[in-house]
C-alpha cells in the first residue's frame, strides 16, 4: 500500500534555530515528492519540488533532501523565523497518471520567540 | 494575481440541511478537485474533474455531489450533512494531469454543523 510518513508529528523551536523534518515514503515507482506548506486556517501552499533523480533543491531558507534508495526525503528549515509556523507536508505522486497524491500526516511546526 | 478562491471561508449549516461550498480559478486549468481535511489529518481526494469528465473515489459518500459548469467553477454539494462532515474543504487545481505540474490549492471552506 502508497503510504507516505512525517516525523515528528510536532515541533517547537526557537525563533532563528535550524529544524530537520523527516518523510519515509513507500510509494513505488514514483514521479515527484514535493513539501507544502500549509498555514492555519489556509489551503497548502508548494515548496520544492524533486523527482526520482534529483538529491537535493532549495528555496530560500528551505533545503529538501531526497534519497531514493531508501525513500526518505528531508526538509532542513534554516534560520528559522516566527512565520515559519505551520504544518509541513510531504506529498509523492505516484507514476501513474492519474493525477492522485499521496498525502503524508504533515508536520505541526511552532516557532517561538 | 490568478488564484483558486474559495467561498466562503466559514460555513455554517445545521445537521441534515444541504449546504454548497464553491471554488473558481483564473488559472484555467482543465483539472480540479475537491479533499475533505479533518483536523490534524491529511486532505483526503473526494472526487475530480479532468474537464468535463468526473471522477469519483471509491470511498466517497453518496452525500457528497459535484458540479462544474464551466471551467473556471465548480461545486461541491453535500445533500445531508452529518456532525462527521464538519471539515476543512481544500479545492485544487492542476494545469492537465502532467507529472510535476503542482496542484493550487485554495484558501479551504471550514464547515461547522450545528
Known amino acids: 500500500k502508497n503510504q507516505v510518513e512525517q516525523s515528528p508529528q510536532s515541533l517547537i523551536i526557537l525563533e532563528g534555530k535550524n529544524c530537520t523534518l523527516q518523510c519515509n515514503y513507500t510509494v513505488s515507482p514514483f514521479s515527484n515528492l514535493r513539501w507544502y506548506k500549509q498555514d492555519t486556517g489556509r489551503g497548502p501552499v508548494s515548496l520544492t519540488i524533486m523527482t526520482f533523480s534529483e538529491n537535493t533543491k532549495s528555496n530560500g531558507r528551505y533545503t529538501a533532501t531526497l534519497d531514493a534508495d531508501t525513500k526518505q526525503s528531508s526538509l532542513h528549515i534554516t534560520a528559522s523565523q516566527l512565520s515559519d509556523s505551520a504544518s509541513y507536508i510531504c506529498?509523492?505522486?505516484?507514476?501513474?497518471?492519474?493525477?492522485?497524491?499521496?498525502f503524508g500526516q504533515g508536520t505541526t511546526l511552532q516557532v517561538k520567540p | 494575481d490568478a488564484m483558486v478562491i474559495q467561498n466562503p471561508r466559514y460555513q455554517v449549516t445545521q445537521f441534515g440541511k444541504p449546504v454548497t461550498l464553491s471554488c473558481s480559478q483564473t488559472?484555467?486549468?482543465?483539472?480540479m478537485y475537491w479533499y475533505q481535511q479533518k483536523s490534524s489529518q491529511a486532505p483526503k481526494l473526494l472526487f475530480h474533474?479532468?474537464?468535463?469528465?468526473?471522477?469519483n473515489e471509491a470511498d466517497t459518500p453518496d452525500n457528497f455531489q459535484s458540479r462544474r459548469p464551466n471551467t473556471s467553477f465548480c461545486f461541491l454539494d453535500i445533500r445531508s450533512p452529518g456532525l462527521g462532515d464538519a471539515a476543512m474543504y481544500l479545492c485544487a487545481t492542476s494545469r492537465d494531469k502532467v507529472p510535476n505540474a503542482p496542484q493550487h490549492f485554495g484558501d479551504g471552506t471550514r464547515l461547522s454543523i450545528l
Open positions: 488559472l484555467n486549468h482543465n483539472v
Open positions: 474533474y479532468y474537464d468535463k469528465d468526473f471522477n
Open positions: 506529498v509523492v505522486r505516484p507514476s501513474s497518471n492519474t493525477g492522485k497524491l499521496i
